[in-house]
């Protein structure tokens, strides 16, 4: 988490800065800055709790000028969300300034080794701990800064992006990465760096995706100069970027999550083009034709993810072992990494992250690639880490995901993980031709039957304002919508801050049930599939108990409207397919409900959507 951009051009710097800054929001919204160097040479830092509009207003009547600069914008990890732990940071002679996403592990061992040697910290932050290091590092070797850079870096244990500015170097950046990513932007004599390519994209679209443990050098009038930070040249592979501004803007929708709900028709047919054919009877997964014998031979395949990707990867489950009949488990990526957990060889590991950036499953990648296992990743965004660790995978192709609450990322995992699993169970021969058939010709109907589900917005809007008195709320779903059950619980706690459960629905006899009362709302989700018959037990098990019960049923279900308080139709489909229509709703109903509340929908407090710390 957190954003960072720099800029060193023809061009102030300031509102390339601010509004990259606002592009990267999404990371982290504590609290934002920004330095610059001035003609006469004089660095200026400007640092402001809150979000990146806090920071203009104050930096509104003071010096912004300079054709080089740093910023940033926050999520907290040392030290708590104030200005002074903002950053950028100050070197101890304030020649240096500092930006940096990730943590720096080693940084109390760190600082204490540089208070012995007379140096003061005005922050509690790990960053100004690696940028006295720096310095330190430049004072006593008598080295540029590059060079110190590097040997202060190879000194710590840790996950960082950084860029530096050197108030004696203002036509110079010096940047580095590992584990946080980083890219460089490469326009008409001007360079960019930051998080992503968002801040970018309107300026040019070469760019350069820094590697762990690299040190970049941009200097105008020279050629971009990667290093590692073992002082190894590299040769720098300029990329074409893919990515639009109208991408990057709300469309006319109040929130970019609105937008993104809006938006699933469209991306789904994006995530399948190419895939499914025009004919509809076949799926062709590059990443799993290229790779065919892992997954046929696959004793078991281990599903890592974190947030709603880990959701998708429970839907995932169900549908590789009915059509596959591999054992999949599915585990939290940040439990599996520090469990010890057994892997073999012969497992597949499909890692599933929107971002591509996540801390956690890029760590349980690695450990899972250290012993051998083949690695396969579901991600959006192209070109992000974990793609390129992984040893083959699918990507979303929905575009930038700006709400932090995921929505279209989540229902594109679902499609492409159900493609995989159609492909794997048809080459085993575990997955008959006839049903096969059927389900890709349903996967091509999907995208209007999400576009009914969304035509009923506004009943949902209205419906959702008598909820804004609820405390908690139980979701309850079973067999594939049980995933989707736990979804929409998290996306009503994430976005309206309410809290919610999702369960089994058959679970709820041990223990949920004891909180149903006239107070609590209790989502069902009761397509007409498998389990059915029983989905509709548990809802007069809740109306016995004088529980509200909003139904998400298939249409036509006359049966469960006349028992439930408020019921919203989803068009038939395959029970396998399922979850991409009754989530709609769910979405449609946490985001309506949290407007009411007056949230911030598509900045929810404490939360980031890119999380690249543990
Ligand atoms: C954060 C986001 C969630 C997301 C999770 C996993 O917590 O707020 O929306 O599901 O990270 O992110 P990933 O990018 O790996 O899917």
């Known amino acids: 988490m957190c954003g960072i951009v720099g800029y060193i051009g023809q061009r102030k710097a300031y509102p390339i800065l601010i509004k990259g800054l606002h592009r990267l929001e999404y990371r982290g919204y504590d609290s934002a800055g920004v330095a610059l160097i001035n003609a006469e040479g004089q660095l200026n830092v400007y640092k402001a709790k809150g979000k990146v509009a806090e920071l203009e207003a104050f930096s509104a009547d003071k010096d912004t000028s300079g054709f080089i600069g740093i910023a940033h914008t926050r999520w907290a990890t040392h030290g708590e969300p104030n200005t002074v732990n903002a950053h950028p940071h100050y070197s101890e002679s304030e020649r240096l300034a500092i930006i940096h996403n990730g943590i720096i592990e080693n940084y109390a061992v760190l600082k204490a080794g540089l208070q012995g040697e007379g140096y003061t910290f005005k922050s509690d932050t790990d960053t100004e701990v690696l940028i006295q290091l720096i310095e330190y590092t430049q004072e006593n070797r008598h080295v ?19 860029v530096i500015l050197d108030k004696t170097h203002p036509d110079t950046l010096i940047a580095a990465r590992k584990g946080s990513p980083l890219v460089v932007g490469i326009g008409q004599n001007e360079y960019f760096l930051a998080s992503d390519a968002t801040p970018i994209v309107e300026y040019t679209d070469k760019v350069i995706y820094i590697e762990d443990e690299e040190v970049v050098s941009l200097r105008i009038g020279e050629d971009v100069d990667i290093t590692t930070i073992n002082n190894v040249t590299k040769t720098p592979e300029i990329k074409r970027l893919e990515l639009s501004l109208s991408q990057l803007e709300k469309g006319g929708y109040p929130h970019f999550m609105l937008k993104e709900i809006f938006e699933q028709p469209r991306t789904l047919i994006d995530s399948m083009r190419g ?6 009877d076949n799926i062709a997964l590059s990443g799993f034709i290229d790779n065919k014998e892992r997954f046929l031979n696959a004793k078991r395949i ?5 947030g709603t990707s880990w959701h998708a990867g429970l839907i995932a489950m169900y549908a590789i072992e009915e059509f596959a009949q591999i054992p999949v488990e599915v585990e939290y990526s940040s439990e599996f990494r520090y469990r ?3 892997i073999n060889r012969d497992d597949v590991v499909i890692a599933i992250s929107q971002s591509g950036e996540t801390a956690d499953t890029l760590a349980a990648i690695q450990l899972a690639k250290e012993k051998g296992a083949f690695i396969f990743s579901i991600c959006n965004v192209v070109g992000a880490s974990i793609p390129r660790v992984s040893d083959s995978g699918c990507y979303t192709h929905v575009g930038p995901e700006i709400g932090v609450a995921s929505t279209k990322a989540f229902t594109a995992q679902v499609v492409a993980l159900t493609m995989l699993a159609l492909c794997i169970g048809r080459e085993k021969g575990t997955l008959s031709g006839e049903q096969y058939l059927r389900i890709v010709r349903e996967l091509g109907q999907i995208p209007d039957k999400i576009e009914r589900v969304l035509g009923q917005n506004k009943r949902i809007a209205d419906f959702a304002k008598t909820f804004t008195y609820a405390q908690n709320f139980i979701y309850l779903g079973r067999g594939y919508n049980y995933p989707v059950a736990l979804e929409g619980a998290l996306k009503l706690k994430e976005i309206s801050y309410i809290h919610a459960e999702g369960y089994p629905a058959a679970e709820m006899k041990h223990g949920p049930i004891a909180l149903i009362s006239q107070e609590m709302p209790v989502v069902v989700i009761a397509p007409r599939c498998g389990t059915y018959e029983k989905v509709v037990s548990n809802i007069q098990e809740i109306k016995a108990r004088e529980g509200r019960v909003i139904a998400i049923v298939t249409e036509g279900d006359e049966h469960v409207s006349r028992i439930a308080d408020f019921t919203i139709e989803v068009p038939q489909t395959e029970e396998c397919l399922t979850p991409l229509l009754t989530v709609i709703p769910l979405q449609l109903l946490a985001y309506h409900i949290a407007v009411v509340k007056g949230c911030d929908v598509d900045q929810p407090r404490n939360l980031a959507k890119s999380v690249t710390v543990e």
């Open 144 to 162: 540029d800064l590059k060079t110190a850079v590097q040997l202060a870096l190879q000194q710590v244990i840790g996950a960082y992006a950084i």
């Open 340 to 342: 010890k957990p057994v």
């Open 302 to 306: 281990i599903i890592t993810a974190c």
């Open 275 to 280: 895939r499914v054919n025009v004919r509809q």
